[in-house]
T-cell receptor, first 112, second 115 residues
């Protein structure tokens, strides 16, 4: 069963505007959440993460928000740049479980 | 570039055949995890090897097997290939079984097509 869900398969945004990507999870044991970015013909690369003890983590243009009660997290990219066009995966792990559970991904296209 | 290399990058196999995919981990990393990414889906955990021992397995049948060698490189073997095995196979290396995202490095993957 899909424990991490990204319900928007694609997102198109104008350069300079905000991109908001959403992710929902069902497993209450998850306590560590990550976002990965993937370009075609490349492996996923780590973008940003957040532990369940926080509700926000910021790194430059990227901010991740976690709402534990809603089992929801989001990634904000401000401002969006053409190089941000890629597939973004939400991932989660829990307790001593090192394996990552991934969502299906959201394809972001930044328009000039 | 992550330092994780996978081979081959693309291959085509016939249903019922066997395939071996290879992964050289990042220098200094002793842990390798394998993921399967089917078209339109996110990566699914297959198994992890830590210091040459299997250290956990996802929901994949026994015909998916692996090895890790003393130099920490790894192989993924799939027997009796089925059409649904067509996917991108990703290798991820890390030092120990740490969960930190910035300590896990993925290779570019091996595209397997089963016909």
């Amino acid at each position: 069963d899909q424990q991490v869900k990204q319900n928007s398969p694609s997102l198109s945004v104008q350069e300079g505007r905000i991109s908001i990507l959403n992710c929902d999870y069902t497993n209450s044991m998850f306590d560590y959440f990550l976002w990965y970015k993937k370009y075609p013909a490349e492996g996923p690369t780590f973008l940003i993460s957040i532990s369940s003890i926080k509700d926000k983590n910021e790194d430059g243009r990227f901010t991740v928000f976690l709402n534990k009660s809603a089992k929801h997290l989001s990634l904000h990219i401000v401002p969006s740049q053409p190089g941000d066009s890629a597939v973004y995966f939400c991932a989660a792990s829990g307790g001593n479980d090192y394996k990552l559970s991934f969502g299906a991904g959201t394809t972001v296209t930044v328009r000039a | 570039e992550t330092g994780v290399t996978q081979s081959p990058t693309h291959l085509i196999k016939t249903r019922g055949q066997q395939v071996t995919l290879r992964c050289s981990s990042q220098s200094g990393h002793n842990t390798v995890s394998w993921y399967q990414q089917a078209l339109g889906q996110g990566p699914q955990f297959i198994f992890q090897y830590y210091r040459e021992e299997e250290n956990g397995r996802g929901n994949f049948p026994p015909r998916f097997s692996g090895l890790q060698f003393p130099n920490y490189s790894s192989e993924l073997n799939v027997n009796a290939l089925e059409l649904d095995d067509s996917a991108l196979y990703l290798c991820a290396s890390s030092l120990g079984t740490a969960r930190g995202g910035n300590t896990i490095y993925f290779g570019e993957g091996s595209w397997l097509t089963v016909v």
